[in-house]
């Protein structure tokens, strides 16, 4: 059974927060199950270089911490969806502000790193 590597410090916002972050791919989902409901293998399309492994680990971390839902629709075969709960909205000005940020200062960055 998968455990989480790390645990949330619940001690100080700021490092709950980070830690959050702290994943490459969490932002992301949120980022684009803002737009609605999406299936599993549309979030596999749309983050292509994501392993489905991780994706599925870190979708599940999601929906552990509450940021989505997961609901399983009782038809065979089986088919699930993920949806943005409230506290994964509430996320959201976070990732906007993060994603501004990063076209702001994305040439600055790149050439930076030449």
Known sequence: M???KKTLDLDCPL??????IGSKWKPCLLFELR??????SQLHKLLKETPSRVLNQTLKELE???FVSKKIYPELPPRSEYSI?????????????MFEWGKQYRDSIINTAK
């Open 64 to 66: 552990e911490d509450g």
């Open 2 to 4: 998968y455990t989480r």
């Open 85 to 97: 709960t409230d506290i994964g909205v509430s996320f959201l000005p976070v990732i906007d502000t």
């Open 15 to 20: 490092r709950l927060a980070m830690g959050f």
């Open 35 to 40: 737009k609605g409901p999406l299936r599993p």
